[in-house]
């Protein structure tokens, strides 16, 4: 019913002003006389009066125009003029009102995108998605490290694309890129003519992997050869040596030092798997000097070696004394086996600036090969000087972890020829009043 009121009124408008030129013309033909000049003059009002109304037609009609151009730019901020009881007003209105439903569509769906870009850029996956002329439509934070410098995915990743947007599905589990490496799947996107791309790094869970693989590998070798020499032992004297004393001694002996192997790398094995399993432990007030000079005197020092103590007086650091202990008597013990005598082996306690402080064990030995050094803490790794000595290459790896536990760092740097040095880092404290060591 409002409608066909409406429809009404500007039928109203329009027959009004049409009335008024009417009644206009006929009131100046009557008031003037029937000459062609007032004719004209009346004409000319009417057309006046026409063109006026015209225009304040025209001039609403241009408004809503207007209007409708900025929501299509997507401008929905300003609400739309909306008086007038005729077709122009009701237009008004129902282009005000698709207006509100439009800024509460798009504020609605720019709160879902927003949601949706923290999500993406939450993953610790990269997100690529590419057009099929290879330029980039969207990547997230992740992915920011694969891309080129020019912002578009990596000439490693280009066949992968390729494929998944010609087959609609490619993937590779270990795709190198730099030094790096990514399990990726890719999949293709008709309708949006592009291809998702998704990488997961990969690098460290492979090294963790290998790094498992060869651990069990080692174990089962450093086992094996004890294992080894038991069965043949008990083997030789099942067959007939156990009749024989001397025979009977000299293997029972074999077999002592094949057990005694076994212990200790079972030991070995069992305080590596205790100190991997635990995180950052708590710590406390470590007296430096008391510690040091109780892994003095665990040691002992070979004859024609030198041991020199050079600490820090008052010197405190956060971290485990047990675990201190063990790491220091590792790394002196380690120092007094590779170094020939006459040698010296120096124990060093200082600070480092105000925040640290720097343990370090100081050989005279032959050193380090360069291409060695940074893999000493791994496990079952022996330098090439020491693999025909006694052990399992697990005791820098155990040193490496318990530092870590600590919340500290452990290096080494070393020349050929001229000795090592090797160095704990652990946090500076203040003295306790009853020292903790």
Do not use: C
């Not at 990743?157 to 490619?170: C, N, Q, S, T, V």
């Not at 099942?238 to 009749?243: F, N």
């Not at 635990?278 to 000097?289: A, N, S």
């Amino acid at each position: 019913m409002r409608r066909i009121g409406i429809r009404i009124g500007m039928r109203f408008w329009l027959a009004g002003a049409f009335a008024a030129v009417s009644l206009v013309t006929a009131g100046v033909v009557y008031l003037f006389g029937d000459q062609p000049r007032t004719v004209l003059g009346a004409i000319g009002i009417g057309v006046m009066v026409g063109f006026l109304i015209a225009v304040g037609i025209a001039h609403r009609v241009t408004r809503l125009s207007r209007a409708a151009e900025e929501l299509a730019a997507g401008s929905f901020d300003a609400s739309l003029e909306t008086h007038g009881l005729d077709e122009i007003g009701d237009l008004a209105r129902a282009l005000d009102s698709m207006r509100a439903s439009l800024e509460e569509s798009f504020g609605v769906l720019t709160a879902d995108r927003n949601k949706l870009n923290a999500i993406f850029d939450g993953l610790t996956d990269a997100v690529i998605v590419v057009d099929d002329d290879g330029s980039l439509r969207f990547s997230n934070r992740a992915a920011a490290r694969l891309l080129d410098p020019a912002g578009l995915p990596p000439e490693a990743m280009l066949p992968h694309l390729k494929r998944a947007a010609e087959l609609g599905f490619a993937a590779h589990p270990a795709l190198r890129i730099g030094d790096r490496a990514y399990a990726m799947s890719a999949r293709a996107l008709p309708d949006e003519r592009a291809v998702l791309v998704v990488a997961r790094d990969r690098t460290d869970e492979m090294r963790r992997e290998l790094a498992e693989a060869d651990f069990i590998s080692n174990a089962a070798h450093e086992l094996r050869n004890p294992l080894a020499g038991i069965s043949s032992a008990i083997e030789v004297l099942q067959e007939g040596a156990k009749d024989d004393p001397k025979a009977l001694d000299h293997f029972l002996g074999h077999l002592a030092e094949d057990a005694d192997r076994m212990s200790r790398l079972t030991g070995a094995l069992l305080t590596l798997a205790r100190v991997e399993s635990i995180g950052t432990g708590e710590t406390e007030v470590v007296d430096v000097p008391v510690a040091i000079r109780d892994v003095v005197q665990t040691v002992q020092v070979p004859t024609g070696m030198k041991l020199s103590v050079e600490v820090d007086p008052d010197l405190a650091a956060r971290g485990d004394p047990t675990l201190l202990r063990q790491v220091m008597v590792g790394l002196l013990t380690n120092a007094l086996k590779h170094t020939p005598p006459p040698g010296t082996v120096t124990v060093r306690g200082r600070r480092d600036g105000e925040r640290e402080v720097v343990l370090e064990v100081i050989d005279t030995g032959p050193g380090i090969p360069a291409e060695e050094i940074e893999r000493v803490f791994e496990r079952f790794y022996r330098r090439t000087e020491s693999r025909t000595q006694e052990g399992f290459g697990l005791g820098l790896a155990i040193a490496h972890r318990m530092v870590g536990v600590m919340g500290g760092e452990i290096g080494a740097h070393s020349v050929e020829g001229e000795g090592s040095t090797f160095w704990v880092r652990l946090p500076i404290a203040q003295p306790s009043p009853t020292p903790v060591a």
